[in-house]
């Protein structure tokens, strides 16, 4: 018994050393999420959420653009109506009229409408790649990104093909997402949570609870003396 203790008590020590910071990891993103509000981390603060829908007369009839379509969308660009079709071309609704995209002018307008008045524009770049942890990854590209003087460095994405609002990214998000890696250890995309590194490490974390639950067993003084008195 005493042999078999001390090698419980060995794997026990060593699968906690391979696992402990991952607990730790474990632990202090699932207490961020749970004391987190999730609309915060969405960004819904700063956007204007209850905007009335615009309403358009007049626009050019869908058999009048000699486009094959399988998928339309009515998208406004400020005041502007404009269909955007098969997820890939920017038409004029009032002219008919194939637009390649949509200006810098026009992304600083639709972000307006989308976000609330108080923040201040500090600048505009385009983007044209992302890579797998970039905070606007699987978003469509080109994108303008609009910066903003805030504490936490807001920046709003707009689609420069579909002049589409897509996304505000803001610090709290960032620590969010950096969090969700370390909780999901998927550290290429953040988002699988069905990778093998977690399966391996939620194992091993089993694992070592049953050790423990083990070592309790052989070492307890209570159990020792019952296991004495019914043999």
Do not use: C
């Amino acid at each position: 018994m005493y042999k078999a203790k001390l090698k419980i008590r060995k794997a026990h020590r060593y699968l906690g050393l391979l696992i402990g910071v991952q607990f730790l990891a474990w632990t202090i993103s699932g207490l961020y999420f749970s004391w987190t509000d999730i609309d915060q981390i969405h960004g819904d603060p700063f956007l204007q959420l209850e905007k009335p829908p615009q309403s358009f007369t007049n626009l050019v009839g869908l058999d009048q653009l000699d486009i094959p379509i399988h998928q339309i969308e009515l998208v406004a660009i400020g005041s502007a109506p404009h269909y955007w079709i098969n997820d890939a071309l920017l038409v004029d609704a009032k002219t008919g009229r194939l637009r390649s995209g949509i200006s810098e002018e026009e992304a600083i307008a639709i972000a307006k409408e989308h976000l609330i008045p108080e923040l201040k524009m500090t600048s505009i770049t385009t983007i044209n790649s992302t890579d797998s942890h970039h905070e606007y990854r699987g978003g469509p590209l080109p994108a303008y990104v609009i910066s903003y003087d805030h504490p936490e460095a807001i920046k709003a994405y707009i689609a420069v093909k579909s002049g589409q609002f897509k996304k505000i990214r803001h610090r709290n998000w960032r620590w969010f997402d950096f969090l969700w890696m370390s909780h999901t250890m998927d550290y290429q995309g953040r988002d699988d949570f069905n990778n093998l590194l977690l399966r391996v490490f939620s194992l091993f974390g089993v694992l070592t609870v049953l050790s423990g639950f083990l070592l309790w067993g052989t070492s307890s003084p209570t159990l020792r003396k019952w296991r004495n008195k019914n043999h």
